[in-house]
T-cell receptor, first 114, second 116 residues
Framework: DSGVTQTPKHLITATGQRVTLRCSPR?????VYWYQQSLDQGLQFLIQ???????AKGNILERFSAQQFPDLHSELNLSSLELGDSALYFC?????????????FGSGTRLTVV | AQSVTQLDSHVSVSEGTPVLLRCNYS??????LFWYVQHPNKGLQLLLK??????LVKGINGFEAEFKKSETSFHLTKPSAHMSDAAEYFC??????????????FGQGTTLQVKP
């Protein structure tokens, strides 16, 4: 167990629907990162939060949004889902921003859009 | 812009033989480079990282990597493969100017198969 908890582990939903993925960071970590892993795009950085505020944005679609709550857990919301959104979504956490601190990945949420 | 190229999408070795996973990078700055491993249905685990200290970096589970600036390479090696090494391996570079964000750029991955 890495200490980063992602729920649910698997999610199957239909096109056009909306889902929420949840991430609880490792205890003491203030920064949360979201990544998407798909067969055609590989691992892509989506967004980063630090202590409740957005710090960096990557290749995140407008249909996707995220937030980090006061208890530091984060949620990634995916709406108007398309078949191409099927992927493994990873959350990672670190003490602070910046790679020097290193970060820990969760085991991911596998989203299948049918 | 930075980029990472993993030269082999699939590598197959026999148990007990050496492992070589190749990675070339492109970066205008002195990069920070990493290798991650992903076992089936598991998250990503850091094997090792290079951050401009020693060019030969030792990681977990007997893996090591050598940073060669002249060749822009950061190949991962292990003297003797074990069955448990079978997994997906990712070479990663930190994005330039991103030390205050933590954004990473991943290679496409190399699947390591270890045959008995």
């Amino acid at each position: 167990d890495s200490g980063v908890t992602q729920t649910p582990k698997h999610l199957i939903t239909a096109t056009g629907q909306r889902v929420t993925l949840r991430c609880s960071p490792r205890s003491g970590d203030l920064s949360v990162y979201w990544y998407q892993q798909s067969l055609d795009q590989g691992l892509q950085f989506l967004i980063q939060y630090y202590n409740g505020e957005e710090r960096a944005k990557g290749n995140i679609l407008e249909r996707f949004s995220a937030q980090q709550f006061p208890d530091l857990h984060s949620e990634l919301n995916l709406s108007s889902l398309e078949l191409g959104d099927s992927a493994l979504y990873f959350c990672a956490s670190s003490v602070a921003w910046g790679w020097d601190y290193g970060y820990t990945f969760g085991s991911g949420t596998r989203l299948t859009v049918v | 812009a930075q980029s990472v190229t993993q030269l082999d999408s699939h590598v197959s070795v026999s148990e007990g033989t050496p492992v070589l996973l190749r990675c070339n990078y492109s970066s205008s700055y002195s990069p920070s480079l990493f290798w991650y491993v992903q076992h089936p249905n598991k998250g990503l685990q850091l094997l090792l990282k290079y951050t401009s200290a020693a060019t030969l970096v030792k990681g977990i589970n007997g893996f090591e990597a050598e940073f060669k600036k002249s060749e822009t390479s950061f190949h991962l090696t292990k003297p003797s493969a074990h069955m448990s090494d079978a997994a997906e391996y990712f070479c990663v570079v930190s994005e330039e100017g991103s030390s205050n964000t933590g954004k990473l750029i991943f290679g496409q991955g190399t699947t390591l198969q270890v045959k008995p």
